[in-house]
Each structure stands twice: as structure tokens, then as C-alpha cells.
């Protein structure tokens, strides 16, 4: 019986002494950490609905100073502006959509020199259906699909939008980007992009006209002392018609 117990108790101590030493074995070291960037989005030739949203956005040269000119610099009679703003589910107007449009136009009623009055003669403010189940970064824009569930299609805007912009100077806060979804949605639903008297780049002439930290539209209003809701599509019209105003009176600094 005695003999019995030496053996299980040899038993145990060797079974500890094993994974005592097991535990001493060093460990393989774990691989190192990549971070693989994204591929740039590639603009195609036909549209891929199921493509992945775009990540980065894209970068557009500055405007020289002679294209930063806007509408309120120039002499002689003033165009009706349209402030324009868009929120979208990524950057690649190709494969991304429009997820809520603003568009203000101003007409002026009074032009006495260097000072003009303005007043509003027409706004379009919707959220849209993009007619896909992406939303994109609802973190930055707070726009969900239940929002724009049971919003109209870009292609019922068309005639109403396309109003709003004929003939009209097109302001905004880098406008390009706006005019590039604008267009994309235009051709998408198979209706004629209108013709605009011209585009006038906040963002463009902000960077000509003042020394800031950085020249974000948020950054610009707090400036100027523009009241401002950043990524509301409207906030930002309202905003870049603001800035315009302000920027057309400001001199370089």
C-alpha cells in the first residue's frame, strides 16, 4: 500500500515538474504589426454598385489668384448666388451617393457700389434616398438609413434642383466637390446638367484672403463670426453664402 503512494506521489511531482518547465519555454515572438494602406479609389468606366466606398479623399490643386476672384469682386450688375452644400456615403462621386442636398439661391434686390442686399428666392433642403443599404460615416454627417428611408430619389430632385442652379453663380465650401456629385447625379438619372453663370470656392478664397490655423469651413466662420453647424448640409449652405459675403469685402491679407 505504502509502495502504491510513492508511486502516484513520484507521479505527481513529475507531472508538476513538466509543466513547470514548459512554462519556462520561451514563447514565439508574435509577427510583426503591418498596416496595409487601401488601394486609391480608381474612377471606372461604368458604375460597380457593389464597389467598396472609397476611403481617402480626394485632394484638388489651389486656384490661382485670378480664378479665386468671386462674384463680389468683380464691377458692373450681380449674378443670383446658390449656395450648395451635399452630404454623401464616401468621396468617389463614381461609386458613392447623395445622402442630403442643400441648395439656397439669392437674388440681389439692391446694389449700391461696393455694398449689396440680397434676398432669398428659393432653398431645396432634403435628405435623399441613395437607393443602397451604405450610408457612410454616419459619424460625421449623423445621418442614418432611417432618415432617408422614405426620401425622395436624386432623380425627382432633378427638375427642382436643376432650377435652383440655372443661371446662377454656385457657392460653396469647396465646391468642386459638390459640383462633382451634382454632375455624377445628373448623368446617372439621364437628365441635362443645368448651365451655371460660374463657381465661387469659399474654401479656395478663404486660403487667398486670410491667414488661419487651417482653412476648414468651421475654422473660417468662427473667424468671421459666422454663425455654423458643421456637416449639415444646410448649416453649410447658409455658411458658404456667409463666407462669400465676407470674403468679397475682405482684402488679402
Given at each position: 500500500?505504502?509502495?502504491?503512494?510513492?508511486?502516484?506521489?513520484?507521479?505527481?511531482?513529475?507531472?508538476?515538474?513538466?509543466?513547470?518547465?514548459?512554462?519556462?519555454?520561451?514563447?514565439?515572438?508574435?509577427?510583426?504589426?503591418?498596416?496595409?494602406?487601401?488601394?486609391?479609389?480608381?474612377?471606372?468606366e461604368?458604375?460597380?454598385?457593389?464597389?467598396?466606398?472609397?476611403?481617402?479623399?480626394?485632394?484638388?490643386?489651389?486656384?490661382?489668384?485670378?480664378?479665386?476672384?468671386?462674384?463680389?469682386?468683380?464691377a458692373?450688375?450681380?449674378?443670383?448666388?446658390?449656395?450648395?452644400?451635399?452630404?454623401?456615403?464616401?468621396?468617389?462621386?463614381?461609386?458613392?451617393?447623395?445622402v442630403?442636398?442643400?441648395?439656397?439661391?439669392?437674388?440681389v434686390?439692391?446694389?449700391q457700389?461696393?455694398?449689396?442686399?440680397?434676398?432669398e428666392?428659393?432653398?431645396?433642403?432634403?435628405?435623399?434616398?441613395?437607393?443602397?443599404?451604405?450610408?457612410?460615416?454616419?459619424?460625421?454627417h449623423?445621418?442614418?438609413?432611417?432618415?432617408?428611408?422614405?426620401?425622395?430619389?436624386?432623380?425627382?430632385?432633378?427638375?427642382q434642383?436643376?432650377?435652383?442652379?440655372?443661371?446662377?453663380?454656385?457657392?460653396?465650401?469647396?465646391?468642386?466637390?459638390?459640383?462633382?456629385?451634382?454632375?455624377a447625379?445628373?448623368?446617372?438619372?439621364?437628365?441635362?446638367?443645368p448651365?451655371?453663370?460660374?463657381t465661387?470656392?469659399?474654401?479656395?478664397?478663404?486660403?487667398?484672403?486670410?491667414?488661419l490655423?487651417?482653412?476648414?469651413?468651421a475654422?473660417?466662420?468662427?473667424?468671421?463670426?459666422?454663425?455654423?453647424?458643421?456637416?449639415?448640409?444646410?448649416?453649410?449652405?447658409?455658411?458658404?453664402?456667409?463666407?462669400c459675403?465676407k470674403?468679397?469685402?475682405?482684402r488679402?491679407?
Open positions: 500500500m505504502e509502495q502504491a503512494y510513492v508511486v502516484v506521489a513520484l507521479f505527481v511531482l513529475a507531472l508538476a515538474w513538466l509543466i513547470w518547465r514548459a512554462a519556462r519555454q520561451p514563447s514565439a515572438p508574435p509577427p510583426p504589426f503591418s498596416k496595409v494602406r487601401p488601394p486609391a479609389p480608381v474612377k471606372p461604368g458604375l460597380d454598385d457593389s464597389a467598396e466606398l472609397d476611403a481617402t479623399p480626394p485632394t484638388y490643386p489651389r486656384q490661382s489668384q485670378e480664378q479665386a476672384r468671386g462674384p463680389l469682386d468683380t458692373g450688375s450681380l449674378p443670383e448666388l446658390v449656395g450648395v452644400d451635399v452630404e454623401t456615403t464616401g468621396f468617389d462621386p463614381a461609386h458613392a451617393r447623395i442630403q442636398i442643400a441648395a439656397i439661391r439669392l437674388k434686390t439692391a446694389n457700389g461696393a455694398k449689396a442686399t440680397f434676398c428666392c428659393g432653398r431645396l433642403v432634403t435628405y435623399v434616398n441613395p437607393e443602397r443599404k451604405r450610408i457612410g460615416a454616419t459619424q460625421i449623423h445621418i442614418t438609413l432611417h432618415d432617408v428611408e422614405n426620401a425622395p430619389t436624386f432623380d425627382a430632385l432633378t427638375a434642383l436643376g432650377e435652383l442652379l440655372q443661371g446662377a453663380v454656385v457657392v460653396g465650401h469647396n465646391v468642386d466637390f459638390d459640383l462633382r456629385f451634382f454632375r447625379s445628373f448623368a446617372r438619372a439621364g437628365v441635362e446638367f448651365q451655371i453663370a460660374g465661387y470656392c469659399t474654401l479656395h478664397n478663404a486660403r487667398a484672403k486670410l491667414s490655423p487651417d482653412y476648414k469651413l475654422t473660417c466662420c468662427q473667424a468671421l463670426d459666422i454663425p455654423y453647424k458643421p456637416h449639415e448640409a444646410e448649416s453649410d449652405a447658409e455658411a458658404a453664402l456667409f463666407l459675403g470674403l468679397s469685402s475682405t488679402r491679407s
